[in-house]
């Protein structure tokens, strides 16, 4: 009789111990994508408002100065576009990293300048974004087609 069969140890089996990780594995292995997706979507809600907010004060600036159609080209003065945000400047960078190109308040055709975001979901720069790559995109320049990617509108005029 060895000395540890009439002990009373209490303990868990290495099987047990195994089916514990295994689960945590599992739920580790669900949750984190999930995670990581939800911040990725939040950063880009975060910069599609900042784009939002910069192209409107584009647009002030520009009715400010009746900037139109055939006239001259402002230049990008971004104590005018300031002015016209609360709480942002446009030198800051993108929530999600990225930097933005603002450009000229107005191209030749007196259309304001969409301003874009280093950080687009588009990765291969063919103009097509999906709402799930987490978009860093101005929206409102955009058209969705039917399969849900977001198409760039040519008519208007992107920085560059």
Do not use: W
């Amino acid at each position: 009789m060895t000395k540890y069969a009439n002990s009373n140890r209490k303990g868990f089996t290495l099987v047990e111990i195994m089916i514990v990780l295994a689960i945590i594995g599992l739920i580790v292995s669900i949750a984190v994508p999930a995670f990581l997706k939800n911040r990725r979507d939040a950063q880009g809600s975060a910069c599609n408002g900042q784009l939002d907010s910069i192209y409107s004060a584009k647009e002030q600036v520009g009715f400010k100065l009746n900037i139109r159609p055939a006239g001259p080209v402002i230049p990008l003065d971004t104590a005018q576009i300031n002015s016209y945000l609360r709480g942002t400047d446009v030198t800051e960078p993108c929530p999600g990293g990225g930097a933005y190109t603002i450009g000229d308040i107005n191209d030749a055709n007196g259309q304001v300048i969409i301003p874009v975001c280093s950080m687009s979901a588009d990765d291969a720069g063919g103009g097509v974004t999906f709402e799930e790559d987490g978009l860093h995109i101005h929206r409102r320049s955009y058209e969705q087609d039917a399969a849900g990617a977001y198409l760039r509108n040519a008519v208007y005029t992107f920085a560059a």
